[in-house]
């Protein structure tokens, strides 16, 4: 309900212009964004009370023990569950049709490389053009990358840590530093990287809705990813798949 | 100062004038402590005590309600305090606690002393060192008195532990025979005593680490501070007041050792000696059996994390140290203790964490420029349409 009243307030109003929407996130992509997203947020702070100062974890009072009880179990509970997320994920990837055509445009290409450069020469002005990307580009890809390799990393340690009396004290000691310093790239990734993404970056300011409606209009689809547009606009079946169609653009988030 | 010192001298003097003329009449008894020796005679003013040459305040004043429930309370003042014969006492000896103390242990039917525990003591790690082999600095290391702090004064509350309703029911079933409630309140709390933890975790290790993390200190005698336990999972437990969670003496005296004996590590009856490792771990038989499962490649790994006696000896320029002779004394004995295999550890440790250093450092720094830059040829783009 919220995700309707959110997309009708601000999109539907936009359609007496003709705008049409192209789907960015469908509904399945978006239900794992949010678990993951859940999950990211509980495990930050569960794990970050583990390195609180002294005078902090004083304020606890009588109650830090019972704190640090459940801080432990949620802590295993939202890593079980963003394990079995990322599990999903691969099987997504391999296994659905959307999911196929996510990592065919997620694998990187040649094109990545001369976007970045392109891109790097149109912020210091010296190109007038920006590039034009397609679906994900190499900003997006990059962060997918790391995503993966980060989940992959804090999923095996976490794990060694959870089942520690089995391992050798030495390949704990190391998981112990790759999940907490991971734990710190991670975190301050997403500060700096995705949050400004989605928050600050001029015209999404104070949040981009996607991550709830899964929907671009047109013009901003137009662009932003230009190759994708195009792509889309020759080719009837892409429309199928990415254009929302007329009649049903009230209902647009529910079906994406 | 003057003024103290004078009217000490003055009370001394007054003491003295009044022990003679009292000498004749009674002792001075009393309901709580059997003072046979008439020494509350004048100990039991409060105002009793001198400032002394170092400037330090010393109280002479003994509170009879105190004492009596004090773990010393049935003995006499001389059985510890040796040679106060004198007034005023110029010949009194330092208190030992190894003397025997003329009260009959039950079980044995011999006066009891404490000589057994001191001797264990002084051959432990803490002790001054046996015959011949004693050890430098003696000033560094701990008397009884260090550990044992307050069993004199402690408030009567203290001795009866946390739970009153254990005691008002176990007590009242042993006053049903032993009538007399001072001498049960006695015999229980003695019994009772072993039973309780007296510090909390964090006191533990603050009382442990009074000495040990004093790096200037440690080094005199060749061992590292121990900072390092702060940085254990185990001191995050103890912090958040975790019941159970592993203190000092969780694994330096675990079931089974005394705090007394404790020996180096490399000594075999130690319970970090590599071979007690797995039985200190699982603590089988302890009140928290920590962890059960241990194995021998989990339980001889390096529990507190590396400190400087692995930084000294993995670093390259050891004889800019070698000057200083309590680095290098802190050095050799690095280089008995560590083994090759546990300074490749540490290498390894340092290397990852300072790859992830590097890593943190360019992949943020270069996303900061990069949405800087974005977010500039955005505002741009923006206004330029």
Known sequence: MIKKRLFSKSKVDAKSNGERYFVRLNFNERVQHMIFLICFIVLAITGFMLKLPEDIVQKFGSYSDIVFYYRGILHRIAGTIMILVSLYHVFYLLFTQAGRRWLMDMLPKFKDLTDMIGTMLYYLRVKKKHPEYDRFYYKQKLEYGALIAGATLMSITGLLLWTEEMWPKFLLDIATIVHGMEAILACLAIMVWHMYEVHLRPRKFPIDNLWLTGVIEEEEMREEFPLHYKKIMDDPELQKVYLVPEHEEKDASLRA | ?385
């Open chain 2, 1 to 385: 100062m003057r003024f103290y010192g004078l009217l000490a001298v003055k009370s001394l003097v007054l003491a003295v004038i009044f022990v003679i003329l009292q000498m004749a009449s009674a002792s001075a008894q009393t309901d709580l402590v059997t003072d046979t020796e008439n020494c509350l005679f004048c100990h039991r003013y409060p105002n009793m005590g001198r400032y002394d040459k170092s400037g330090n305040k010393r109280i002479y004043y003994v509170n009879e309600k105190l004492f009596a429930s004090s773990v010393h309370g049935k003995l006499k003042c001389k059985s510890c305090h040796a040679g106060l014969d004198q007034i005023p006492h110029t010949n009194v000896k330092k208190v030992d606690c190894s003397s025997s103390c003329h009260i009959k242990e039950p079980s044995t039917g011999k006066e009891f002393s404490h000589a057994n525990m001191v001797d264990k003591f002084q051959a432990s790690v803490h002790g001054a060192g046996t015959g011949g082999d004693k050890k430098d600095h003696p000033e560094d290391l701990p008397n009884c008195k260090y550990c044992h702090d307050n069993p004199m004064y402690r408030a009567p509350d203290g001795v009866w532990g946390q739970s009153n309703a254990l005691i008002n029911e176990t007590l009242a079933r042993c006053m049903g025979c032993h009538t007399t409630s001072h001498w049960a309140e006695r015999f229980y709390s003695h019994f009772t005593h072993r039973m309780r933890k007296r510090r909390s975790q964090e006191e533990i290790v603050a009382l442990c680490t009074s000495c040990h993390e004093d790096q200037e200190k440690m080094a005199r005698h060749g061992i590292e501070s121990i900072g390092t336990y702060k940085d254990t999972f185990h001191w995050i437990q103890v912090q958040y007041g975790v019941k159970d969670a592993p203190d000092c003496i969780s694994c330096h005296i675990p079931v089974g050792y005394s705090a007394h004996d404790i020996r180096p590590r490399t000594d075999r009856i130690s319970p970090i000696n590599m071979d007690n490792r797995v039985k200190t771990c699982s603590n089988q038989g302890g009140v928290q059996s920590c962890h059960p499962g241990a194995t021998t490649q989990f339980a001889t790994g390096r529990v507190h994390a590396y400190g400087m006696k692995a930084q000294l000896l993995a670093s390259q320029n050891q004889a800019n140290f070698m000057e200083d002779e309590h680095i290098s004394l802190v050095i050799e004995r690095a280089e008995k203790d560590l083994t090759k295999s546990e300074l490749f550890h540490y290498k390894v440790l340092k290397l990852v964490k300072l790859f992830y250093k590097i890593l943190i450092a360019f992949v943020i720094g270069g996303m900061l420029v990069h949405q800087l830059l974005d977010y500039m040829a955005s505002r741009r783009h923006l206004k330029s349409r």
